[in-house]
């Protein structure tokens, strides 16, 4: 069985920085496109980061360009985010997700999902 489990969310004031990890158990995903998204109450889930499986390439939405970065460790089947330059607005529920394919895309649907961690913004 295949989980995605987030941590390191929390509450942290506006200009400060948080990561977060998620960490895959019941397949490798070495190869494989993971990616971060987030979502607010009464809104859609929205794309945040995305990094191809050899951690090569990585993609972000626009509204984290220059303050977030994903990256990952095969070698612990993790993905990570690091945000720095936090704003009120970045207060979501994040996500993580992962694919059975082996090639990321923009709009692709994602496999697997994890819970969530909420990770609240302070102005």
């Known amino acids: 069985q295949v989980q995605l489990v987030e941590s390191g969310g929390g509450l942290v004031q506006a200009g400060g920085s948080l990561s977060l990890s998620c960490a895959a158990s019941?397949?490798?995903?070495?190869?494989?496109?993971m990616g971060w998204f987030r979502q607010v109450p009464g809104k859609e889930r929205l794309f945040v980061a995305a990094?191809?499986?050899?951690?090569?390439?990585?993609y972000y939405a626009d509204f984290v360009k220059g303050r977030f970065t994903i990256s990952r460790d095969n070698a612990k089947n993790t993905v990570y985010l690091h945000m720095n330059s936090l704003k009120p607005e970045d207060t979501a529920v994040y996500f993580c997700?992962?694919?059975?394919?082996?090639?990321?895309?923009?709009?692709?649907?994602?496999?697997?999902w994890g819970q969530g961690t909420q990770v609240t913004v302070s102005s």
């Open positions: 997700a992962a694919d059975q394919g082996l090639t990321y895309y923009p709009g692709m649907q994602w496999d697997y």
């Open positions: 019941g397949r490798t995903f070495s190869g494989n496109p």
């Open positions: 990094i191809t499986g050899s951690g090569g390439r990585t």
